[in-house]
């Protein structure tokens, strides 16, 4: 039912992202800063994409839930079979519990993105988890089962509070390697453009689902995606799909002198069609 009002309202974006490109810029909400970097030792706590083989690429969704641009968000999910990855806050999931039943129900992913949105990484260690513990109480509360994932707002934290969090509470720490800057506002077809150029395999995308263009692109962006031939996971799901990178062609280290015969190439693993490098 809403599903037709979704689609006659949002119809003017549905096909492409080519319409106009000049748009407002209000209210700049600064949600990313850049992605940290991540080096791991040990096993890995933070990531910013994934290795995998295969069209796999998770979208995610940040600062919600919102009365409105999440239902309506979940509508366009729904009627393409997606999944995506609900980072929420923990002030609005004690708001609107029952979208996060209905995005449970519909298969998606919910994970922690603090409680009142600060910058975790500014912060002491009992500030960082009073937030933590309230928004993962917040969500067992609404859903029934605690979120094993976590996105610090703008990407902030420091390489020791990733280590006590991940053993505290047992997160993996989720950046992202696909961000359109839609808090910017830079209007629907520049959002769905830079996410359809930049995502690959294994792709971890950022966007909000708290202002409105962000979800008028995402018709055209899913569909886009999709006819890219990418297959939409929960971040979870990704993280499972994990592969090792392959060994690096043997280029750098010369084989000790085996004449090839002439005309035969030196044999090198051949790469899986469409897998990344990093
Ligand atoms: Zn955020």
């Known amino acids: 039912m809403s599903l037709l009002r979704i689609f006659s309202l949002g119809g003017f974006f549905f096909l492409t992202c080519q319409f106009a490109l000049a748009q407002s810029n209000s209210s700049p909400t ?15 706590i933070t990531f910013n994409s994934v290795h995998v083989e295969g069209p796999y690429v998770a979208i995610t969704f940040d600062d919600g839930p919102h009365a409105t641009l999440t239902p309506k968000l979940l509508d366009l999910l729904a009627a393409r079979k997606m999944k995506a990855t609900f980072f929420v806050v923990g002030e609005n999931v004690v708001e609107y519990p029952e979208i996060l039943k209905r995005a449970v129900r ?10 009142s949105h600060p910058n975790l990484g500014k912060m002491g260690d009992d500030g960082v988890r009073r937030e933590l513990q309230k928004t993962d109480d917040a969500i067992k509360a609404a859903i029934g089962v605690r979120p094993t ?12 509070q990733k280590i006590w969090i991940n ?16 808090w910017k506002r830079p209007g629907p077809s520049a959002v769905c453009q830079r996410i359809v150029n930049e995502t690959r395999p294994g792709s ?18 899913f569909d886009q995606l999709q006819e890219k031939g990418f297959k939409f996971v929960t971040v979870s799901e990704l993280l499972a799909m994990a592969r090792p990178l392959p060994p690096k062609p043997a280029s750098t280290v010369r ?21 990344p490098n990093g």
């Open 204 to 221: 971890i995308i950022l966007a909000h689902d708290i202002h409105p263009p962000t979800i008028e692109a995402m018709p055209a962006t």
């Open 106 to 115: 519909e298969g998606h992913e919910i994970a922690s993105h603090s409680w």
């Open 30 to 44: 600064p949600e990313t800063t850049r992605p940290v970097s991540v080096t791991p030792s040990g096993p890995q």
């Open 167 to 182: 053993e505290s509470f047992g997160y993996r720490i989720i950046i992202w390697d696909v961000d359109p800057l839609d």
């Open 149 to 160: 994932l976590m996105r610090p707002p703008y990407g902030s934290i420091t390489a020791r």
């Open 255 to 275: 084989p000790p002198r085996a004449a090839p015969a002439a005309g035969t190439a030196p044999a090198a693993p051949a790469p899986a069609p469409g897998t």
